[in-house]
Nanobody
């Protein structure tokens, strides 16, 4: 069973940056697809970025790929999401997710992931 704990959210002004963290524990497999989703009230969770822990490829929602950077530190078992040039529309709850997999290809739906964190809130003011 994988446990995921997010941190790093907060209230920031537009144009600023944040780095979200997701500490992972409890996993016994070496290959995971890990992802970040965001959700606003009344909307479904939206995939924004993912990476495969066994490789170098990263994947992004087209609308965020110029401002979001997903990365990981294997020694710390931590996934990160850096968001630059924050916009008010980035406001939402950000969730870390994971699934046991040898690939992240085509894994962009919430139902593709079985492990979730509790989320960290990001609020961007104009």
């Amino acid at each position: 069973q994988v446990q995921l704990v997010e941190s790093g959210g907060g209230s920031v002004q537009a144009g600023g940056s944040l780095r979200l963290s997701c500490a992972a524990s409890g996993g016994t497999y070496k290959s995971y697809c890990m992802a970040w989703f965001r959700q606003t009230p009344g909307s479904e969770r939206e995939w924004v970025a993912s990476l495969y822990t066994g490789g170098l490829n990263t994947y992004y929602l087209d609308s965020v790929k110029d401002r979001f950077t997903i990365s990981r530190d294997n020694d710390k078992n931590t996934l990160y999401l850096r968001i630059d040039s924050l916009k008010p529309e980035d406001t939402g709850m950000y969730y870390c997710a994971a699934t046991i997999s040898y690939s992240c290809t085509h894994r962009t739906e919430a139902t593709d992931f079985g492990f979730w964190g509790q989320g960290t809130q990001v609020t961007v003011s104009s």
